[in-house]
């Protein structure tokens, strides 16, 4: 075996455990890419295993395709990358593998309390979601809408408290 071995949709699917659909797919999807043989058969280049690889990790974490897409936009598809090529593409997911971690951390420390979903279960609740005033901001668990869409709870206007202008509750 050679790193510049092309290798049948068969034995792709059988050292990653994806269908031959799914390669399709991925392709169609500008992941990965394979060439053609005068039989019209595709042939996979061995270093596309990486890729798809990182595909099947990324995906197990939840990470969209559109996102890996992003990250693999200047990832050469026609030669193997180097360990400069992959350092570039590891300094982007970085960042965002690291708003994901603190997404999450966010997450636990709010689970405990009032996420706006308006159950008025919680204690918080009575405090931060009075007669679930959240729910006029729009549905789902207002109080996670940051941190379940990835972004920081600082971005809101109220920086995660809830929003009590205009509906008769002190600010």
Known sequence: MRSDDL?????????????ASALHFYEREGLIASSRTAGNQRRYPRHMLRRISLVLVAKRLGIPLGEVA???????????PTRADWQR?????????EER???????????????????????SCDLLNPEDVLGADGTGPQRLGAVTAGRAAAASPT???PRTEGRGLPP
């Open 89 to 97: 593409v590891s300094r982007v997911w970085k960042v965002r593998l």
């Open 70 to 80: 992003e990250a693999f936009r200047d990832l050469p598809m026609d030669r193997e």
């Open 7 to 19: 290798l049948t949709v068969g034995e792709v699917g059988a050292r990653t455990g994806l269908a």
């Open 159 to 161: 920086h995660g408290r």
């Open 101 to 123: 971690r603190e997404a999450i951390v966010r997450l636990e420390k709010e689970l405990v309390g009032c996420i706006g979903c308006g159950c008025l279960a919680m204690r």
